[in-house]
């Protein structure tokens, strides 16, 4: 089964809102680092289609996918 953006919550998560809207805070920092190892923002990031994906790296200074 292939997995797609309508299985995960990640465009629409209140902790990623929180660092869309300011991300000096203490959740919005820990929504940017916690990025880094979620299995379900892997997944959710890499079934994106590449231009998505060169906004969100651009946006969050994303690297890791």
Known sequence: MSTTTKEHNCANCPVKAKYDANPKSFIGRFWRWHINFCPGWKAYFTSLPEEQKS???????????
């Open 55 to 65: 906004e969100f790296r651009q946006k969050y200074n994303f690297i890791k996918y």
